[in-house]
C-alpha cells in the first residue's frame, strides 16, 4: 500500500452537512418505523372499538351511570357541576319544510311549455312548441329565448313556466342560467311596456305554488286565520293540474319521488332573487294586503331549521323593497307587527325574527322598535297596546324593564309547576335556566325597542330611567356564580345594553339649565 493511499484511509470521513441520505440502510429503518407505527395505530383502533363494544353490551348494566357512586360523590359533583348550555347561541327555528312532499305539483319533467296554453308567434316559438322538455331547456339555457323577446314582450305563459322550472330544476347551475335570462327578459319587458301591458312579475299565488311545490304546507305559509290570501290549496293544485296533466308518459322519465332531498336553499334563492329584482324594476307590482302576506311567508320560510347557518341576505334585501313600497305605512306597519309576533311560540325564533328585519332603513328600524315591543309584551303577559308615540313607547318599556326582575320571573314560572313527587332542587334549577333564558331574549329585545337614530332631551331622560331601572332591577339581582354561566351571560348582556344606553346619553345634551343629570330614586 502506497504512503498516499495510507494517508488517505487514515483520515476522518468527512460527515455530509446534507439533511437527508437517500441510502438504502436509511430507507429500510424508515420502512421499520412506518410498520411499528402502522402496528400501533392498528392495535390503538383495535382497542377503541373494543371498549365502544363493551360499552354497548354493558348500555342497560350502566345506565344509571351514577349508581355506583357513593353520596358524598354525588354531593360533590352536584356542587362543582358547571351548566354552560342553558342559553343557546341560535335560535332553535321550525320545521317548516316537509321535503317527503316536495315536487307534489310539479318538477322539472313533467313541466311542458305545450301544455300552458301557449300560442307561437315567432320561429323560435314555434320551435319551443316542437320540442321535448329537455330540448326546450337546452334551447332556454343556450340564449334562444332573450333573443326572441330583444323588441317584442315575453308572453306570460313563458315568463311563468320559467319561473317554475328555476325553482324546481335540482341542478344549481341550471337553476341560476334560467334565473338570469328571467331577468334579462324581465328588463326588456319593463323597458318596452306601456300603460296597458304592464310586465308581468310574479303574483302571491305563483309564489304560493312554487314554495308549496318546494315541500311547505299551504297552511304553514299563512298560518293567521284572519290573515288569509284570495286562494287556497284547491286552487294551486287544479290550476296547475291543467298545466301537468297533459303530460305524456315518458321511458326516460325518472320514477316519481319526492323532489329534493334536503331544503332546496339555492332554488329558494333564485326565487327571492328574481322577486327582490322585480320589485325593484316594476314599481307598484303589489298591493299593501298582498305585500303584508308575502313578508309573513318569507318570515315563516326564514324560520327553517337548516336555514339557521345560511345567511339570508338575500331576504333582506327583498324586505327592504317590500317596505318601502307599502303605501299605507301607519296602517299596516302595526299590522304587520302584530301578525310577525304569532309566527312562533318559542322567544327566541321571535327574536331571530326581530333581528332579520334590515336596520339599514328608517322603515326597518320602525318596525324592529315596535314589533321588540309587541313580543316583550307578549312574553311578559302584559296584553296592553302600543303607542305610536316614541315618548309613551319608552315609558312603556320602562314598565316592562321592571317586570323583567329575575327573581320574580322564576317566581312566577315556580307557581303551580311543583309536584309532590318530583325533585325540588332539580326542578328549581331547570325554572331558573328557563327564567334566565327568557331574560336573555327580552334584554335583547330592549336593546331592539331603545334604538333611535337621534336622540333628543326628552329620550335622553328616558335612558337615564332605563339605566337606573336596568341597574336597581335586573343586574343588582342576579348573584353571579362559576358554575351557573347562564347568569354570567345575562349579566354580560346588561353591560352591553347600559354601555350603550350610556353613550346615547353622552352624545346628547342635558336638559335646558342643566349642566349634569343624575339618577333619581323611583318614588
Known amino acids: ?74 354531593a360533590f359533583l352536584k356542587r362543582f357541576s358547571v351548566i354552560c348550555h342553558a342559553i343557546p347561541d341560535y335560535h332553535p327555528g321550525e320545521d317548516v319544510f316537509e ?16 301544455n300552458f296554453h301557449f300560442i307561437p308567434q315567432n320561429p323560435i316559438e314555434k320551435l319551443l312548441l316542437s320540442s321535448g322538455v329537455t330540448q326546450q331547456l337546452s334551447l332556454v339555457i343556450n340564449g334562444f329565448l332573450s333573443s326572441a323577446y330583444n323588441c ?24 341560476t342560467q334560467i334565473l338570469d335570462r328571467l331577468m334579462d327578459i324581465t328588463l326588456k319587458n319593463a323597458s318596452i311596456s306601456d300603460e296597458q301591458s304592464k310586465p308581468w312579475i310574479p303574483s302571491l299565488a305563483d309564489v304560493s305554488t312554487v314554495v308549496v311545490n318546494m315541500g311547505v304546507a299551504f297552511r304553514s305559509l299563512f298560518p293567521l286565520q284572519h290573515l288569509q290570501p284570495s286562494f287556497n290549496e284547491c286552487d294551486i293544485l287544479s290550476q296547475m293540474q291543467e298545466t301537468v296533466s297533459k303530460q ?47 313578508l309573513l311567508l318569507l318570515f315563516k320560510i326564514s324560520l327553517e331549521k337548516q336555514l339557521k347557518q345560511i345567511p339570508l341576505i338575500d331576504f333582506q334585501c327583498l324586505f327592504i323593497k317590500l317596505l318601502i313600497n307599502i303605501k299605507d305605512w301607519d296602517t ?19 327574536l331571530w325574527l326581530v333581528q332579520l328585519v334590515p336596520s339599514w332603513i328608517i322603515r326597518g328600524r320602525e318596525v324592529r322598535r315596535r314589533l321588540s315591543l309587541v313580543i316583550i309584551s307578549k312574553l311578559l303577559k302584559k296584553h296592553v297596546e302600543i303607542p305610536d308615540d316614541s315618548d309613551k313607547q319608552m315609558s312603556l318599556l320602562l314598565e316592562f324593564l321592571v317586570y323583567m326582575k329575575p327573581s320574580n ?23 331558573e335556566q328557563k327564567a334566565y333564558y327568557l331574560i336573555y331574549i327580552l334584554l335583547h329585545l330592549v336593546s ?14 328616558h335612558l337615564l ?59
Not at 402502522?38 to 360499552?55: M, P, S, T, V, Y
Not at 348500555?59 to 353520596?71: I, R, T, V, Y
Not at 317584442?152 to 337553476?175: A, E, G, I, R
Not at 309547576?417 to 331547570?430: P, S, W, Y
Request: negative net charge; proline residues 5%.
Open 1 to 74: 500500500m502506497t504512503p498516499l493511499l495510507n494517508l488517505h484511509l487514515s483520515k476522518p470521513p468527512v460527515v455530509s452537512q446534507v439533511s437527508y441520505v437517500n441510502s438504502l440502510e436509511n430507507l429500510l429503518k424508515e420502512k421499520e418505523e412506518s410498520k411499528r407505527v402502522d402496528e400501533l395505530e392498528k392495535q390503538l383502533q383495535e382497542d377503541i372499538q373494543g371498549r365502544e363494544a363493551d360499552c354497548s353490551d354493558g348500555d342497560d348494566e350502566n345506565a344509571g351511570g351514577d349508581e355506583d357512586l357513593s353520596e358524598e360523590h354525588r
Open 99 to 114: 321535503l317527503s312532499t316536495s315536487g307534489k305539483i310539479f318538477n322539472q319533467h313533467n313541466l311542458d311549455l305545450r
Open 152 to 175: 317584442v314582450l315575453c308572453p306570460v305563459p313563458v315568463l311563468k313556466w320559467l319561473f317554475q322550472v328555476m325553482s324546481v330544476h335540482p341542478d344549481y347551475c341550471v337553476s
Open 248 to 294: 305524456q308518459p315518458r321511458e326516460d322519465l325518472t320514477p316519481a319521488g319526492p323532489a329534493f332531498s334536503s331544503v332546496p336553499e339555492n332554488n329558494l334563492i333564485n326565487v327571492v332573487k328574481f322577486l327582490g329584482f322585480c320589485t325593484t324594476v316594476i314599481q307598484g307590482g303589489y298591493t299593501d294586503q298582498e305585500i303584508l302576506l308575502l
Open 332 to 350: 299596516k306597519m302595526p299590522e304587520l307587527c302584530l301578525a310577525v309576533s304569532e309566527l312562533s311560540s318559542h322567544h327566541h325564533n321571535l
Open 409 to 431: 320571573l322564576v317566581r312566577k314560572m315556580s307557581q303551580g309547576l311543583k309536584q309532590q313527587n318530583a325533585d325540588e332542587d332539580h326542578l328549581d334549577i331547570e325554572l
Open 448 to 461: 331592539e325597542a331603545s334604538f333611535f337614530d337621534t336622540v333628543n332631551s326628552n329620550q335622553r331622560q
Open 465 to 523: 330611567k332605563l339605566c337606573g331601572a336596568l341597574d336597581k332591577h335586573i343586574k343588582c339581582d342576579i348573584r353571579e356564580d362559576a358554575r351557573l354561566f347562564y347568569r354570567t351571560k345575562v349579566k354580560d348582556v346588561v353591560a352591553r345594553i347600559y354601555g350603550k344606553w350610556q353613550d346615547m346619553i353622552q352624545t346628547t345634551r342635558p336638559t335646558q339649565g342643566k349642566l349634569h343629570d343624575f339618577w333619581e330614586p323611583d318614588s
